[in-house]
């Protein structure tokens, strides 16, 4: 095997306000990877969940690392490559598992949903995001949205530095702003304490709310983590959700008890190997399944699709929020995502400098 890595920007159409800061731009990591006439790609970054980081150099730089020891290698079978891969940070993991996946997919000449079994009939629309601010501005990114796509589900960011009376204002502000079956969601990225989020999620649940996502701030102590969820369960009738704090099966089966679901995100756990497991098991669990994103481009969100028959709540719209994406991005029909009919991921490039045709050097480990 030989692997290409190439590091290319992505920059919002309209910047993301959460709980921890503002996002307009990243730099994310091209991973391909090839062998016998075939080249696999996925694409991963860096991201922040406010108590583990990593960034895109890096993940570029374990990669590199790494490449000589590929490079007598087979692609398949993927199971006698994980020793190495279980060596690697999530989110570098996530770039080379999911190039291994394409390039298998398109071995056999199938789109991995269907290696898979999986029906895309059984996709659901996705949600749309409005990140914090005034609420003025809130409305209008929504009106955006809308000219868009239809924007149907909705998911507004709360954990405002500015307290739960600026968070009640926008929630108030969004719910009156809703179309007949519209539904609301409410991610607050771990921005509450304790006492805030007891009295926020019952009051959520009058409004019509129909999820909170991360109401607490992730502990690197499982049992701390484990213990913010479990002092919440049960305050409202609509269903509490785990983000930040679920990055793998492990975080998976000790707050299943306390939960009543799970978000996966492919660069969280580490590509589409773990995410298929996770997926499969909180479903088993009785646990409902979000499928996420950070900053994501069309790469690695057509990537994520390949298991959205398998998610009740998906939330994959990043890659509808960009001005330079060198990539398409799942199949869309208004704010319904399919996994698309092509072979492994299923994705091409759309910009002429990332062609798949063309050969790209390893990038350095620079700027």
Known sequence: MRLHLR?????????LAISRGTTSAV???LVELSHGGITGRGETGGFDTGHRQSD?????AELETLAPRLEPLSPQPLQALEPLLAGLSPPARCGLDLALHDWWGQRLGEPLHRLWGLDPGACVATSVTLGLGEPTAVLARLERWRLQLPASRIKLKLGSPDGPAHDRSLVLAVRAALRPGDELQVDAN??????????MIPWLAEQGVVLVEQPLAPQLDPAADTAGFAALKGLGPIPLIADESCWNLIDLMRLAPHVDGINIKLVKCGGL???LLMAHTARRLGLGVMLGCYSDGGLLNSAA?????????PDLDSHLNLIDDPFNGPERDGDLLRPRDRPGLGVHATAA???PAAPHPAAPDTP
Do not use: C, M
């Open 273 to 275: 190997s773990e995410g």
């Open 190 to 199: 771990g921005g509450w304490d304790l006492a805030t989020a007891r009295s």
């Open 305 to 313: 699709a390949q298991l959205l028959p398998l998610v009740q709540w």
């Open 353 to 355: 400098q990332l062609d």
């Open 27 to 29: 730099e994310h990591l």
């Open 7 to 15: 590091r290319f920007p992505l920059t919002k159409a309209i910047p």
């Open 56 to 60: 895109t150099a890096a993940i570029t």
